[in-house]
């Protein structure tokens, strides 16, 4: 029989240094990994409340694969708007207020320069 302790310590764990990585990070890439630690501490408690002897659903593994198709959709949602986000501003830091001018711009192509064919 598997002791339920040593999972949960793990997921706390698991969990604790996903929120740190949530809360300290300005790279949006590690902010990324941060959330995913957590959705891992969650899959982790699913599947340890899931096997324990005596539970009459086994709806924790069901349950983790959901959580798994999520967090793939999610990451690949969040890695689009970062790479856009870095094509446009030329970082990715969190903190940094992007200049809305610089952004309204580079859309616009009548403000782009043109170049005057050489004689």
Do not use: C
Not at 32 to 52: D, K, P, Q
Not at 59 to 69: C, E, N, R
Not at 95 to 110: C, F, K, M, N
């Amino acid at each position: 029989m598997i002791h339920l302790e040593l999972p949960a310590a793990l997921a706390a764990l698991l969990a604790g240094i996903g929120v740190y990585g949530i809360l300290a990070r300005r790279n949006a890439v590690l902010v990324l990994i941060g959330v995913e630690l957590v959705l891992n501490a969650a899959n982790l408690l699913l599947v340890t409340a899931g096997s324990r002897p005596g539970s009459p659903f086994s709806a924790g593994p069901v349950l983790t694969l959901f959580v798994i198709t999520i967090a793939a959709a999610e990451i690949t949602v969040a890695l689009a708007i970062i790479l856009v986000m870095f094509r446009r501003a030329g970082h990715i830091d969190l903190t940094r207020v992007p200049d809305t001018d610089d952004l309204d711009d580079a859309d616009d192509p009548e403000s782009t320069p043109v170049r005057e064919a050489a004689p």
